[in-house]
Nanobody, 122 residues
């Protein structure tokens, strides 16, 4: 079973920053696009950001553009989500995903992490 392990969530004040990390198995990470989804209580899951296998292509939800940045370090088999200028509406469980680019951006990625909670206090 493929395990994606997220870390870095927590409680932060509005305007603050957090960096989420996701460690993936090397055989999956090296060939996969990666992404971050989030789901807030009572809301639908949404794509936050995605990055292609080479790192050359990224995609962001409009709500996080200019505030969040996705990156990957292939030598570490890790994808990061740097979140700045956090707002209370960013509060959600954040999930790391891996798969093809279309799968990642389309919500059909085969591999999902267990999630890490982000809470932004006003």
């Amino acid at each position: 079973q493929v395990q994606l392990v997220e870390s870095g969530g927590g409680l932060v004040q509005a305007g603050g920053s957090l960096r989420l990390s996701c460690l993936a198995p090397r055989n999956i990470f090296s060939i996969s696009s990666m992404g971050w989804y989030r789901q807030a209580p009572g809301k639908e899951r949404e794509l936050v950001a995605g990055i292609s296998a080479t790192g050359s292509v990224t995609s962001y939800a409009d709500s996080v553009k200019g505030r969040f940045a996705i990156s990957r370090v292939n030598t570490e088999n890790t994808v990061y989500l740097q979140m700045n200028s956090l707002k209370p509406e960013d509060t959600a469980d954040y999930y790391c995903v891996a798969g093809t680019w279309m799968g990642v951006v389309g919500g059909r990625a085969p591999y999902w992490g267990q999630g890490t909670q982000v809470t932004v206090a006003s």
